[in-house]
């Protein structure tokens, strides 16, 4: 695909008077007013990684909190329901407070520019999307502080807050409850905002089939969160009114069913980790073809690939629930449907290595991202296939095996995929490049602290150490001193990770228009065509595309 | 990133940015070797 850009993108006035007056425009608002009332992409989807940024050291230090009570077995300085609390808090900060508003706020900055179009299709609603995300933050906070001033147990659930122990939660369920529909809110908001401006505000000659492979990929997890939120904010709805209101939706005695509860979260719960992974499978999509300076292998078979794994992730939920007693024939049908799911992974997975295959690569900290990424979530697939066959799951549910698992495919899938993205993107945002030499200690540094901590935990959990406990039997002492080590040169590594950022955005070396060599093969977004920085009002003339 | 191209007002802010950062990494493993010397009974 060739791009031609029939005005300068920045503005089609012709005297120098409009030019004067044009210039006027593009200045961005002063004071704290351009951020709070901002309906531009760049600054809120600037707020939405800043944010992202700062929950990541509150989900992270709770991560460390974690590790540090495990690094002996009997309790350390931890009471039970406070760690069973950090526990909960910290998979809700890191799922709904890191991943999701980091991602988003990659779709807000790129989208609008990869497709050639002024602004998001309704800036006032992701002004609003935004805006909702602190609310929730500090609702969440106020969950965790509020039982130590009387408002009854913490949070003790884990993040999937299944009654009837939540049912017998303090103050803090209804504050969390309140911070999942406020979470909730702004994601099916931004959703909409998302799928609104990808069908809409394509660059004339933009056609489905040019788009970047991350724009393809957000369009199929915006229609995914539309599809899934609306069952995390009715179960969580009814286990308020269970608690408050005299429901007994999930009470035996009163006719209902904890199981149902398990049965609406998980509908939510499954397709939300293709909410957290599609995004950062976008970015592999464009970064891998770059640094191998090779088009994708196979770009229909990709986009396919996604939508068919968003049409199965919806229907394979009750695999996290293989042991509540289902008949035979429905978990049969739940182990079918999750092994196939591994069919599009591995296509996807597959389609990025016959990419680099005879490409001209090179490694710089995007590339070294996208590369590990492949490797690990592959790791995450394998255990992912143990865990699908039911007579399996019965010996690995509920240990520390799944918590490897997931964590190999969250961390890699989703956390690595947007470091690879802000790595790949940051002399774009910026106009800066980052130091090299940094990035590549940092991700060296990040990588083999992650599996430092998480490979030793596939091991634990095979030894049957179980989840979710603050204390253990000694004969797991040794994996967990391992893992809770790791945790801390993982949790470290993220210090620097601030510090490249805050350097890169005060200045470097000045990142031209297109940074990265292999940027314009295949289908390249329009972002290229802009200067680094892009000004404040890019695209006010939509290019053309042939 | 060439040093050479930064102003010495940069350097000096990254510096202090680069201390700040580095000390919490540092307090932090001396609050862990703290916790984990106090549960092998080493005093302190």
């Known amino acids: 695909m060739s791009v031609t850009i029939t005005q300068d993108g920045l503005t ?55 590790r540090a009570e495990l690094y002996f077995p009997g309790l350390q300085f931890l009471e039970p329901d406070l760690f069973n609390n950090m526990v909960t808090t910290h998979a809700l900060i890191m799922v709904f407070g890191v991943v999701m508003p980091a991602a988003a706020g990659m779709a807000n900055w790129m989208i609008p520019l990869q497709i050639g179009a002024p602004d998001m299709a309704l800036p006032r609603l992701n002004n609003l999307s935004f805006w909702l995300l602190p609310a929730a933050a500090t609702l969440l906070i106020l969950s965790i502080i509020v039982p130590f001033f009387g408002g009854g147990a913490p949070v ?13 939660a303090g103050m803090g369920m209804d504050l969390l409850i309140f911070t999942l529909h406020v979470l909730g809110i702004s994601s099916i908001l931004a959703a909409i905002n ?54 007994s939706f999930f009470d035996a005695a009163g006719g209902g069913d904890p199981v149902l509860f398990q049965h609406l979260f998980w509908f939510f719960g499954h397709p939300e980790v293709y909410v957290l992974l599609l995004p950062s499978i976008g970015v592999l999509g464009i970064i891998v073809p770059t640094f191998s300076r090779k088009p994708l292998f196979g770009y229909k078979p990709l986009v396919w690939g996604m939508g068919i794994l968003l049409a199965l992730g919806m229907v394979v939920w009750a695999h996290h629930q293989y042991t509540i007693g289902m008949s035979v024939a429905a978990t049969n049908y739940f182990m079918i449907g999750t092994i196939l799911i591994s069919i599009p992974v591995g296509l996807m997975l597959f389609n990025f290595i016959f990419t680099m295959w005879r490409g001209a690569m090179t490694f710089e900290t995007p590339m070294l991202f996208a590369i590990s990424i492949i490797v ?145 093969i295949g289908t390249p977004g329009l972002e290229w065509t802009l200067p680094s920085p892009p000004p404040f009002h890019s695209f006010e003339t939509p290019p053309t595309v042939k | 990133m060439d040093q050479q191209e930064q102003s010495p007002e940069l350097k000096k802010a990254n510096l202090r940015v680069a201390l700040i950062l580095g000390g919490l990494a540092i307090s932090s493993l001396c609050v862990a070797a703290w916790g984990v010397s106090k549960t092998l009974g080493f005093g302190a």
Request: glycine share 10%; hydrophobic share 50%; net charge neutral.
């Open chain 1, 12 to 66: 089609d006035k012709a005297t120098p008077e409009e030019h004067h007056a044009e210039d006027h425009h593009n200045q961005p608002p002063k004071g704290i007013g351009r951020w709070i009332f901002s309906t531009n992409h760049k600054d809120i989807g600037t707020m939405y990684l800043i944010f992202s940024l700062i929950m990541l050291f509150l989900g992270g230090g709770m991560a460390m909190l974690i």
């Open chain 1, 156 to 168: 003790n659930t884990g993040w999937t807050l299944y009654p009837p122990l939540s049912v017998q």
């Open chain 1, 376 to 520: 690990m979530f592959s790791f995450a697939g394998t255990t992912g296939v143990m865990l699908a066959v039911v007579p399996a799951d019965l010996q690995y549910h509920d240990t520390y095996f799944v918590v490897a698992h997931f964590h190999y495919a969250l961390i890699p899938g989703a956390l690595f995929g947007l470091y690879a993205g802000v790595f790949y993107w940051l002399p774009k945002w910026t106009g800066h490049m980052y130091n090299e030499t940094l990035g590549k200690i940092f991700f060296w540094w990040t990588t083999i602290g992650f599996n430092l901590t998480f490979f030793p935990q596939h091991f634990s959990g095979l030894a049957g150490m179980p989840r979710r406990i603050v204390d253990y039997s000694v004969q797991f002492v040794e994996f967990n001193q391992i893992s809770s080590i790791g945790a801390f040169i993982f949790g470290l590594s993220h210090l620097l990770f601030v510090y490249i950022i805050i350097q890169t955005v005060r200045g470097g070396e000045k990142a031209p228009a297109q940074p990265w060599e292999g940027s314009q």
């Open chain 1, 194 to 247: 998302i799928v609104t401006t990808i069908l809409n505000m394509r660059a004339p000659g933009l056609d489905f089939m040019k788009l970047p492979l991350f724009v393809w990929a957000w369009l199929f997890t915006a229609i995914l969160l539309i599809m899934i939120m609306p069952a995390l904010a009715g179960g969580v709805t009814m286990l308020l009114f269970d608690r408050h209101f005299g429901t």
